[in-house]
């Protein structure tokens, strides 16, 4: 970190932009948490209808209860206390235990039971009904129940009312107990709420269900009751929590982690700092960009957004490996600058894809990662070089690297192999057996297998609605839809009779059509014909006959109703439950028909079929099915048109075939071995795969990218090995801990892109290198020196009579410990600056003050750094001159007790070469250098190498020595 | 009120005498009983009389046979009532649902069982007379069930009940006689007064 004025400026500075821009997002932002932005778009009626289902549909807000504990008249006491407490929520629409209470029918409904009962359509109100009736009655008042009838009877004798409330009740009621619903073996009484909120708000699931224990532990006096909640509402509030939990662990965790990766790794606190720079301005600008341009950031675009933040730590981090004390930072940001450009490029582009998808959560993704990762690659380029300290440790001298790297390098990378990997990868896609990509949607739920069944078995107790299958009819108006589902009623009855449903519920059963209602009307007797019927018909009961006033009141009252309407009725508390069966839209509207335990679906379609115009059978799961195979579809060919468009960037960027194709081969054989992997483990893919693969994908790229680039020189290789080393490691940290989470989803994409991670570390680093090393002479990337490039051009090997100047520089370095030459010399790699593979003499056969002898055997060395195209030319015979020209010059030095000054080599005279290559020779190479002249400044020598008594090159060069 | 208009009553019974009273109308079960049931009710000209057995098989099972002046069956099982009438469809519900009837129930077959605790648990019991003429008052404690009923009288001779009156609000009530007292000759019209002096007889 330096310390100078200004980059203290500079990093107070960011660091309070970041703080602001951090603050003013945090204000304005909300987190929005409907899952639905994550389904794709709805293309046909029935895929929207299906979306409408889930977040609004009717068996999506029901909250099936069960309450246990206790014997089961307690529980019925306590099922009734709950329900009634709960009756006056602001959160539920609709709470029933079962218990049908007439007191619970307001006013104004008891007036329309003779239009709404079925007495009328087969009935008449005349004196011998009434009669019958009225003798009933009074054997009812005999019996025991009879002061139960007693308190309405004057109003209702006919009990029109209790009929009503029976039609109302569910066709396929659940057991009863205590008059309260109860399951089976009568353990459990069960109860039914409908929240308000959509079951995907999960913010106003969590008020409802908090609501639901607050009230039964006032209501549990005793303590030892249970409730158990069950439903869509409470499983996404479950996995919000969870899901909330785990983040946090994960977030600690990788932070803790990566702290000790950055100290151990780079051994600064300094760096620790300066790293965590790009990475908050990615997090900061990727949240501004998401909360400008959408309403909300969905919790998922958060959480996903955050673990590609893995993907921006990798460009400080190689900013911070490839530092040195030769170079300025800026300069080295400069150097890698296309690299990671390239890097950055590819990975948005990848990304960007999603904004066509047709998905709004996966356009905020793409969004927030663009932003992101370009504010991450920027801030690299542009601000962190001016705080990094120029003069930490260069990683290009560790050893511990060069050995990494040269053991790296002398690993065989047969060609067969990768061809072998290609096959196997294919094979195992194409035969193993199973499904290749996940079309449920509820396989993706991380919802516990056992609520799940727990669920199902409650709802399958209570008789609700099939959350799978329903009838969806349009109409106009509200009439029309209820004459249509009237019209329906016969055959959905023959159905019902046939056993190919248990039952089913519509409008039409709550509110008849005004036709069929003023049909009762008209049948309704005017005050006087009622009253002469009646007191006919009290002649021998033993009623009084003034005791029906209230009858024959609201008889007349009821000749004078309008037809009950749909919108009347859901007002009434009664008409919750008709919210969800019909629907109003701008100029239609929807009717659903539910079913209750469905058996038969072919005969169920078959009625649907034949149904007429307008009736649609809607299968949630197809809908859904073909729902995801649509988006998935459209994805794919999406990630087609940006897999070209990268390979155009990188084509463009590195412009030489063989190198787009190194760069390109690790990342795509990793994907061909992540799909055979998952597919030949019997993992079908989902949409989360598909993130991971392009995930894996880009950091493949970008670490290919890199090892591509660093050419030649080793100490860039080992600064690049250490870049990408401790990149891939924080990568595979934080997705190793996603993969060790309880959500699918997550796990998924952890254990993707934690092997897709592992699979491009090795195979960039065998793929980008070819076996030995390159030549110097190869073309580099448009504009950017390589750093410590040799010659400039290729070298003609016949004709070497120019002066080709060298741009080496032979700085005193301090010398590691190598290989050291056991002789009574000095190991001649603490003579010379070379080290490593570079030192290319072996052993000094004799020296005197004019010349000098060497003989050496690198030359066959497959790891001399000279070789490309698996050859050693002859050309780098002047390297071998130089090298014993500069041992000369430093055991002249040290004989007389100097240090050897530096020297530069300026030119080469008169070279001449009698061979091509001289790595397949098989003896020792003997060099000779022998000093023409000795100057102020300078020195000229002349070199001869020679195989076997074979002259192989000869030459002139002349070195300026620096003081 | 109708206890101002009761014949006074030899000594109030003080709770230790009222427990061996109870105990002591125990019957053993099964246990068949006649009965004749005079309804009254603000509704009706005149009360409804019905007659028929009475079965009591246990603490949570009753029967009610009517045999006049029509065949109906209530059969009372735990907490679910069955009502079997000729000619008419089968109907049940819960005993929650009718509270007089959960009234009668525990009341009767508490003292059905001698079971002056149960008794004791859902009303508040009022004694008075002596072995061979006595009058059991129950109040129910629950507060549901005395919006419905408001008092049940008892009252017999020696170990037998002979009345048991269920007296409800809005001027209804239930009267059964019990026993030889079903077979007793009833004036028509019989009156709820001349029922209370029926009833509290003291001999006969």
Redesign the interface.
């Known amino acids: 970190m330096k310390r100078t004025a200004p980059a203290i400026a500079l990093l107070l500075g960011w660091a309070l932009a970041l703080l602001a821009l951090g603050w003013y997002v945090q204000k304005d932002l909300v987190v929005g948490t409907d899952l639905r932005l994550f389904l794709p778009s709805p293309t046909t009626p029935e895929q929207r209808l299906l979306l409408d289902e889930i977040g609004e549909g009717p068996a999506s807000r029901v909250l099936v209860m069960a309450i246990d504990g206790a014997a089961a ?1 307690t529980l ?1 006491d306590s099922s009734r206390a709950f329900a009634s407490a709960l009756s006056e929520s602001k959160s539920f629409r609709l709470v029933t235990n079962g218990e049908m209470s007439l007191d619970a029918v307001p006013d104004e409904l008891l007036g329309y039971r003779f239009l709404l009962s079925p007495t009328l359509d087969s009935q008449a109100l005349d004196s011998k009904f009434l009669h019958d009736q009225l003798q ?1 009655r ?2 009812d ?8 009838l ?2 309405f ?2 109003r209702d004798p006919t009990l029109e009312l209790l009929k009503v409330l029976q039609n109302w009740q569910p066709m396929q009621e659940p057991h ?4 309260v619903w109860f399951d089976a073996d009568g353990k459990r009484a069960l109860l039914i709420a409908e929240t308000v909120a959509p079951a995907f708000d999960p913010d106003r699931q969590r008020a409802a269900i908090d609501e639901l224990q607050q009230t039964f532990r006032s209501v549990d006096t005793s303590g030892q009751l249970h409730l158990t909640v069950s439903g869509p509402g409470s499983f996404s509030v479950l996995m919000e929590k969870r899901t909330r939990g785990e983040a946090q662990a994960l977030g600690t965790a990788a932070t803790v982690g990566m702290i000790i990766l950055l100290l151990i790794a780079y051994r600064s606190i300094g760096s620790v700092i300066l790293s965590s720079l790009p990475l908050a301005s990615a997090g900061v600008a990727g949240l501004l960009a998401v909360s400008l341009l959408f309403d909300a950031v969905h919790g998922i675009t958060l959480a996903f957004g955050f673990t590609l933040i893995g993907v921006a730590q990798d460009y400080p981090l190689h900013l911070l490996s490839h530092e040195r004390p030769g170079s300025s930072p800026l300069q080295s940001a400069r150097s890698l600058w296309p690299t990671l450009a390239t890097g950055v490029a590819s990975t948005c582009i990848a990304y960007a894809t999603f904004l066509f998808s047709g998905v709004v959560g996966l356009a905020q993704l793409a969004c927030f990662t663009v932003a992101s990762l370009a504010a991450a690659g920027l801030s690299t380029r542009f601000l962190l070089p001016r705080l990094i300290d120029p003069s930490g440790r260069d990683l290009g001298d560790s050893e511990f690297l060069g050995r990494l790297w040269r053991r790296i390098a002398s690993l065989p990378r047969p060609r067969w192999a990768g061809v072998v990997l290609v096959i196997l990868c294919v094979a195992i896609t194409a035969l193993v057996p199973g499904p290749m990509w996940e079309n449920d949607l509820s396989k993706l739920t991380p919802v516990p297998h056992d609520l799940l069944m727990r669920d199902q078995e409650l709802r399958a107790q209570l008789g609700t609605p099939d959350l799978r299958y329903m009838l969806v009819i349009e109409a106009p108006n509200d009439e029309a839809a209820l004459t249509r589902l009237q019209s329906l009623d016969p055959q959905l009855e023959r159905l019902k009779q046939r056993g190919a449903i248990s039952g089913y519920d519509h409008a039409a059963r709550y509110v008849p059509t005004a036709d069929r209602q003023i049909a009762r009307q008209k049948k309704l007797p005017d005050a006087a014909t009622l009253q002469q019927s009646l007191d006919r018909a009290l002649a021998d009961t ?4 003034d ?1 029906f006033e209230p009858f024959i009141r609201d008889v007349e009252q009821a000749r004078k109703l309008p037809p009950l309407s749909v919108h009347a009725l859901r007002q009434s508390p009664l008409g919750s439950g008709l919210d969800m069966l019909l629907t109003e839209h701008e100029n239609k509207v929807t009717a659903l028909v539910t079913f209750a335990g469905v058996n038969d679906t072919a005969a169920l379609q078959q009625f649907a079929s034949s149904a007429g115009p307008g009736v649609l059978l809607l299968d949630l799961k197809s809908a859904s099915e073909s729902l995801v195979e649509q988006q998935r579809t459209r994805l794919l060919w999406s990630l087609g048109a940006a897999a070209l468009l990268l390979i155009g960037v990188i084509a463009i960027s590195l412009r030489d075939r063989r190198r787009v194709l190194r760069v390109l081969a690790p990342m795509a054989l990793t994907t061909l071995i992540l799909i055979a992997t998952l597919h030949g483990a019997g993992v079908p893919m989902t949409l989360f795969h598909l993130i991971a693969l392009i995930l894996a994908a880009g950091l493949g790229l970008d670490y290919a990218l890199f090892f591509e680039h660093a050419a030649e020189d080793p100490h860039e290789q080992r600064r690049t090995l250490h870049a990408v080393l401790v990149c891939s490691c924080s990568t595979l940290m934080v997705f190793a801990l996603l993969a060790a989470s309880n959500l699918p989803v997550l796990r998924a994409i952890g254990l993707t892109v934690s092997l897709g991670v592992i699979s491009n570390f090795l195979l960039a680093l065998l793929l980008t290198r070819e076996t030995g090393t390159g030549t110097p002479a190869l073309p580099v990337a448009a504009g950017t020196p390589a750093p410590g490039s040799n010659l400039a051009e290729p070298v003609d090997t016949k004709r070497l009579s120019a002066q080709v100047p060298t741009s080496e520089r032979h700085d005193q370095r301090p010398s590691l410990a190598a290989t050291s030459t056991d002789q009574e010399q000095p190991p001649i790699s603490s003579l010379v600056p070379h080290q490593g593979s570079m030192c290319l003499l072996e052993r000094v056969i004799d020296w005197n003050d004019d010349s000098i002898r060497i003989e050496t055997d690198t030359h066959r060395s497959p790891s001399n750094p000279l070789r490309s195209d698996q050859q050693l030319r002859a050309v780098h015979l002047c390297e071998y001159g130089a090298q014993a020209m500069a041992v000369h010059g430093a055991l002249k030095s040290r004989s007389r007790g100097e240090t050897a000054a530096p020297g530069m080599l300026v030119s080469l005279r008169s070279v001449s070469f009698h061979c091509d290559r001289i790595d397949d020779l098989k003896e020792s190479l003997r060099v000779e250098a022998t000093c023409l002249q000795a100057g102020a400044g300078s020195l000229q020598y002349s070199f001869r190498i020679s195989h076997a008594g074979a002259l192989l090159a000869e030459g002139r060069a002349a070195v300026v020595l620096e003081r | 009120m109708l206890l101002p208009t009761l014949a006074p009553m030899a000594a109030q019974l003080d709770a230790a005498d009222a427990k061996t009273l109870i105990s002591q109308l125990a019957k053993p079960t099964p246990a068949t009983i006649d009965f004749s049931e005079i309804r009254f009710s603000p509704l009706l000209k005149q009360p409804l009389i019905v007659s028929g057995t009475l079965g009591y098989q246990g603490s949570t099972s009753l029967d009610r046979h009517v045999t006049r002046p029509y065949r109906e069956t209530t059969e009372i099982r735990g907490d679910s009532v069955l009502v079997r009438r000729e000619g008419e469809p089968e109907r049940s519900f819960g005993l929650k649902r009718a509270p007089e009837l959960q009234g009668l129930l525990s009341a009767f077959t508490s003292l059905l069982a001698g079971d002056h605790a149960a008794v004791e648990r859902e009303f508040t019991i009022d004694a008075a007379g002596d072995s061979s003429a006595w009058r059991i008052l129950l109040a129910p404690r629950d507060a549901r069930l005395s919006r419905r009923v408001k008092l049940i009288r008892i009252e017999g001779r020696n170990d037998a009940p002979r009345c048991f009156s269920i007296i409800g609000d809005n001027n209804g009530a239930s009267v059964m006689l019990l026993g030889a007292t079903a077979h007793a000759e009833l004036p028509k019209p019989v009156t709820r007064e001349w029922l209370e002096r029926f009833c509290s007889q003291p001999n006969e």
């Open positions: 008249e019925a009933t009074a054997r008042l005999a019996s025991p129940a009879g002061a139960m007693e308190s009877l004057p009863r107990l205590y008059d033993p009623f009084r006959s005791v």
